[in-house]
């Protein structure tokens, strides 16, 4: 690996993102020098830092897997040690590890106009030493979650509690639930994901305890279809149409889910009540306040969370907390939750680009102050790219056309002699929030967030095929800025 302190391209996030970005850049430009910097001792970012039980994707590998290294394992569905070892197997196969600077975490990138180039100042995490690089492009890749901390709510009494308090983000690799009683705070993925696996492992009981229910729908754990394409068709073709399958279904029925409500409902409400035992209410823990996909829908591999409910292996409860008592946990009902092991699946904090900071010829950058140019770039600010995936299905659908993209970008830049693209935002386009999403974690930040624009390009669908037409056109257009 070369110790260059000048990059061509630099890459923040040794992640799913940054994996796919330095592909793209490997294969588009073998004479370009670049490097991912990585703040952690391991690539794979949100595989490798979340240790749970049962830690999983709840979308499929077949969309959530690169689109230049197809999925061919037996699961949809798939565990988080299964999607690490293929995160890097795509890096060691491409060489992509070997540009991989471990242990540098970015704090602050400082762009020159006159020198058409980022100065980026680095912390070692390991000894704490800083170091400045310079890159002609910089791109992060860091997705927009805090990797240091989990959210947790303030609860009254929690000094009281006796047993022990667990965040999911921070999973102790000795924590001991065998035999004991578990309270898992939390109705959405990661709760879901969490309460069967500790069931099924050895856990006394565990409750799910729950504000407000979240939309669960259940998925095969093996997809016998996909199997027989790879099995009959030629490589390329079965992975062709796997991957068509598996979007076009997802997209359609979220289409579906957004058009017709109501529809979706029952459709939701009809699949989910089939799997219940009698002693479980729908329309107590299985009823959302909201519309479908108002907020992501959780998906249950297997009916795995159902078939523990009807063991009576977990149980659940929807209910507010009232105050935590050195036994349990005291609800506004009435009732107290005895527990040993507290869970608290409560949710993550929004962190945008590693919390690092952006300054242009000495004036810093305020993300909520600009606003995002088709998803992948920010109003005046050159020379800078990001990713942040779909919300609505696959993350990786998304890394994959930006990755287009930017390669596009920057042959363009190439072959015009250029130095520098930037965004220049049209004040007269109105404002919208940049993640049309209802998520807790999302409201909590969206004032953080950059801003999207109601018209195109600064406003995008949150449509795969739809984004297709978009990123697969030549870059020019006339909010985009070309510069020697």
Known sequence: ???????????????????????????????????????????????DLFRYPGIRSDSDMHTLGFGWKPWKGAKAIVDGPDILAYLKEAAAEN?????????????????????????????????????????????STSGYYRYDEGFTPTFAGVEDFEGQIVHPQHWPEDLDYAGKRVVVIGSGATAVTLIPALAGSGAGHVTMLQRTPTYIISQPTYDKVSAEMYRRLPDKLAQKLVRTRYLTSRIAFYEFCQARPKESRALLRKLLERQLPDDVSFDEHFKPPYDPWDQRLCAVPGGDLFKALRHHTVDIVTDHIDRFTPKGIQLLSGKELEADIIITATGLNLQIFGGATLSVDGTKVAPSETMAYKGLMLSEIPNFAFIIGYTNASWTLKADLVCEYVVKLLRRMDETGTRMVVP????????????????????????????????FPWRLKMNYFKDILVFRKPVEDEALEFSA
Not at 16 to 32: E, N, Q, R, W
Not at 447 to 452: A, E, F, I, R, T
């Open 95 to 139: 060489g992509i590890d070997q540009h991989i600077r471990y242990h540098h975490k970015l704090v602050h990138a400082e762009f020159s106009t006159e020198d058409a180039r980022w100065t980026v100042t680095v912390e070692r995490t390991d000894t704490g030493e800083t170091i400045e690089l310079t890159a002609g492009f910089l791109w």
């Open 424 to 455: 220049r935002r049209d004040p007269s386009v109105p404002e919208e929030p940049f993640l049309d999403f209802e998520a807790g974690y999302v409201m909590r930040s969206i004032d953080s967030l950059p801003k999207q624009g109601a018209t």
């Open 1 to 47: 690996m070369s110790d260059s302190t000048h990059l061509d391209v630099l890459i923040i996030g040794a992640g799913l993102s940054g994996i796919d970005a330095a592909y793209h850049v490997t294969k588009a430009f073998p004479d370009k020098s670049y490097a991912v910097l990585e703040m952690r001792d391991s690539l794979g970012g949100t595989w």
